[in-house]
């Protein structure tokens, strides 16, 4: 049987967190062993709504790759690319951008959400308007049948699939559905608290982060604000102590156990803020470590990308010269 195929991707706009690590990552160590995995960087995408910051996006390439690696993406089982040098990708963008209407772009409630963050209004770059159009292409490109993403992205998997459809109505069966595929520990709350983890909140712990960073972030942590006393009840839901030792302590019965005893009272904020740097720590700790390892050498890195891009190349070349095909636009051949 053939293997499923998987695309994801990051904007290289900043460096991956543990939020990024619950909402997609994990899911892409999984399936790397068992499927033909693409991991994609979208910088052409990062420049959309930052086409006046290009050596921003140019360094966070290097960052994002230092981090996939990191964290156990293997490139003998994942197939890394950078969306700029596949041309296909644009190429393809531009007939799809021919089935998508203006009003549907305007509809698409995380563009919306981030066109409002940004401010944009009316003043939208088109580009910025139109990448859920370029993503469709990143997805069928590769004929992907899963999609690793956070929640976020969902609206890009249902814009997708429309498109998918509106192609094979107009020019015959080409593409699939893909179908996105979201944490089932759904999203990981920033250390303030607020629902998501981000860089531009300023509430996220990286996987470059130092030691004593760890510390001094989880020490500033969200906790119950009424648990004054280490002898008062403390709420567990809402504690992101709480939440984070849920996502990340492997060990359930200790967690349960200090769950009972905070509610209870006699438990202090500082002792499960212990727990929690100790199981950070040992998580992040090695994956620092080969990262540093991986930045003395950012040539033999860029090469991994390079290698894996010329082999995505391939992959979107067929599909491609498919599509055109089923438009009647293959000349010459
Ligand atoms: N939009 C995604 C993000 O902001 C990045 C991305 C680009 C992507 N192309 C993709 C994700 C294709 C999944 C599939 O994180």
Same mark, same amino acid.
């Given at each position: 049987?053939?293997?499923?195929?998987?695309? #994801?991707?990051?904007?290289?706009?900043? &460096?991956?967190?543990?939020?990024?690590?619950?909402?997609?990552?994990? !899911?892409?160590?999984?399936?790397?062993?068992?499927?033909?995995?693409?991991?994609?960087?979208?910088?052409?995408?990062?420049?959309?709504?930052?086409?006046? !910051?290009?050596?921003?996006?140019?360094q966070n390439v290097l960052e994002l790759m230092l981090d996939y690696l990191a964290i156990?993406? =293997?490139?003998?089982?994942?197939?890394?690319?950078?969306?700029?040098?596949?041309? @296909?990708?644009? +190429?393809? #963008?531009?007939?799809?951008?021919?089935?998508?209407?203006?009003?549907?772009? %305007?509809? !698409?409630?995380?563009?919306?959400? $981030?066109?409002? %963050?940004?401010?944009?209004?009316?003043?939208?770059?088109?580009?910025?308007?139109?990448?859920?159009?370029?993503?469709?292409?990143?997805?069928?490109?590769?004929?992907?049948?899963?999609?690793?993403?956070?929640?976020?992205?969902?609206?890009?998997?249902?814009?997708?699939?429309?498109?998918? =459809?509106?192609?094979?109505?107009?020019? /015959?069966? *080409?593409?699939?559905?893909?179908?996105?595929?979201?944490?089932?520990? /759904?999203?990981?709350?920033?250390?303030?608290?607020?629902?998501?983890?981000?860089?531009?909140?300023?509430?996220?712990?990286?996987?470059?982060?130092?030691?004593? #960073?760890i510390r001094d972030q989880v020490m500033e942590m969200y906790t119950d604000p009424k648990?004054?006393? *280490?002898?008062?009840?403390? &709420?567990? +839901?809402?504690?992101?102590?709480?939440?984070?030792?849920?996502?990340?302590?492997?060990?359930?019965?200790?967690? +349960?156990?200090? &769950?009972?005893q905070y509610r209870k009272g006699g438990l202090g904020d500082v002792e499960i803020k212990?727990?929690?740097?100790?199981?950070? $720590?040992?998580?992040?700790?090695?994956?620092?470590?080969?990262? $540093?390892?991986?930045?003395?050498?950012?040539?033999?890195?860029?090469?991994?990308?390079?290698? /894996?891009? &010329?082999?995505?190349? @391939?992959?979107?070349?067929? #599909?491609?010269? +498919?599509?055109?095909?089923?438009?009647?636009?293959?000349?010459?051949?």
């Amino acid at each position: 049987m053939a293997k499923k195929i998987i695309l #994801t991707g990051d904007r290289p706009t900043g &460096k991956l967190h543990l939020g990024h690590y619950i909402g997609s990552l994990t !899911n892409r160590l999984k399936l790397q062993d068992e499927t033909e995995e693409y991991v994609m960087i979208a910088d052409a995408q990062a420049l959309t709504d930052n086409a006046d !910051n290009p050596e921003k996006v140019r360094q966070n390439v290097l960052e994002l790759m230092l981090d996939y690696l990191a964290i156990g993406l =293997d490139p003998e089982k994942t197939t890394f690319l950078v969306q700029s040098m596949i041309p @296909e990708l644009p +190429e393809l #963008t531009v007939y799809f951008l021919n089935l998508v209407t203006l009003a549907r772009l %305007q509809r !698409n409630p995380t563009v919306k959400n $981030e066109m409002k %963050q940004k401010g944009y209004g009316a003043n939208v770059p088109a580009g910025f308007l139109t990448y859920p159009i370029s993503q469709a292409a990143d997805i069928l490109a590769f004929k992907a049948d899963l999609v690793p993403v956070g929640e976020d992205q969902l609206p890009m998997i249902e814009q997708t699939n429309e498109i998918a =459809d509106t192609f094979n109505r107009f020019y /015959g069966p *080409v593409f699939k559905h893909a179908k996105a595929l979201v944490s089932s520990t /759904g999203r990981l709350p920033g250390i303030d608290g607020k629902a998501k983890m981000s860089k531009s909140l300023g509430n996220a712990i990286y996987f470059s982060d130092s030691e004593k #960073t760890i510390r001094d972030q989880v020490m500033e942590m969200y906790t119950d604000p009424k648990h004054i006393h *280490v002898k008062d009840k403390g &709420k567990v +839901e809402g504690n992101v102590v709480f939440t984070y030792l849920d996502a990340f302590d492997s060990d359930k019965s200790v967690v +349960e156990a200090l &769950k009972k005893q905070y509610r209870k009272g006699g438990l202090g904020d500082v002792e499960i803020k212990k727990r929690l740097i100790d199981v950070l $720590e040992s998580l992040i700790s090695p994956i620092r470590q080969k990262r $540093e390892r991986l930045a003395k050498d950012p040539k033999a890195v860029m090469g991994i990308l390079e290698k /894996g891009t &010329k082999k995505a190349r @391939e992959a979107t070349k067929k #599909t491609l010269a +498919e599509a055109k095909a089923a438009m009647k636009i293959d000349y010459f051949r």
